[in-house]
Nanobody
Framework: QVQLVESGGGLVQAGGSLRLSCAAS????????MGWFRQAPGKEREFVAT????????YYADSVKGRFTISRDKAEKTVYLEMNSLKPEDTAVYYC????????????????WGQGTQVTVSS
């Protein structure tokens, strides 16, 4: 298992930017694929982005492609989500998660989750 703690959320105007961080602890962190998901009130959890253990593979939801960038710093045991050109529809609680798989878009293939960080985009 790996323990995950997200940070960096907040309130931003439409068109603005935020960078989310996910700090991991646990000896096997470097072997896991990592992902970001989000959940808005009254909606199901939604895949946002995923990155392989070595950072060589990334995949994004169509709704964020070209605006969001996922990256990871293995030495710092941190995964980042750089979010640009934010829209009101990006408002949600954002979660990072760890998977045994290289990458995955399915939330049920992730075994460890952080507590989430709120992102609110005003129009």
């Amino acid at each position: 298992q790996v323990q995950l703690v997200e940070s960096g959320g907040g309130l931003v105007q439409a068109g603005g930017s935020l960078r989310l961080s996910c700090a991991a602890s646990g000896r096997t962190y470097s072997n896991f694929g990592m992902g970001w998901f989000r959940q808005a009130p009254g909606k199901e959890r939604e895949f946002v982005a995923t990155i392989s253990w070595n950072g060589g593979s990334t995949y994004y939801a169509d709704s964020v492609k070209g605006r969001f960038t996922i990256s990871r710093d293995k030495a710092e045991k941190t995964v980042y989500l750089e979010m640009n050109s934010l829209k009101p529809e990006d408002t949600a609680v954002y979660y990072c998660a760890a998977s045994e798989l290289t990458t995955s878009v399915r939330w049920y293939e992730y075994h460890s989750w952080g507590q989430g960080t709120q992102v609110t985009v005003s129009s």
